[in-house]
């Protein structure tokens, strides 16, 4: 009877998680959704379109950047994905701003810069998915 009980238990603590326990299922959802709303809000050609999507976007980050804080995550490397994505986000603004003066949805100089910050966002997104599956310090696993 006692092998029945230790095979259930072993059977219901074995499954088969993507994430591990310290997964911070929260910032994981929050990941899911900015990355969601990259994919999505820039699935067109229209830097216009992509440019709104990306201001909504930011709403997102600073959701994960609170939750960073929240479980003291914060390093460097999050911190640099950071900037990028507010210089990208100023370089944008800044282009739409020229194409909006020169009556140009398809201006050149926009369209990069709408490219730069998607992939600001991007490394931003791979710092973050960095930030939530390391091991949390003095968990256990480091060496003896």
Known sequence: MAAVAALGALATGCRND???AWGYPELGATLASLSRGLDEGCAEA???SCAA?????GVLAERAFAEV??????DAGYVAALHDVEGARE???????EARDRHDPHHLPLRRAVLAEQL???RLLAALEGLRTAPPPGDGTGPV
Do not use: F, G
């Open 53 to 57: 999507a990306l201001d909504r976007l």
């Open 46 to 48: 229209a830097p216009a």
């Open 18 to 20: 993507t994430a591990p």
């Open 120 to 122: 600001a966002y991007r």
């Open 69 to 74: 804080l929240d479980h003291r995550l914060l």
């Open 91 to 97: 370089l944008r603004v800044a282009a739409a701003r």
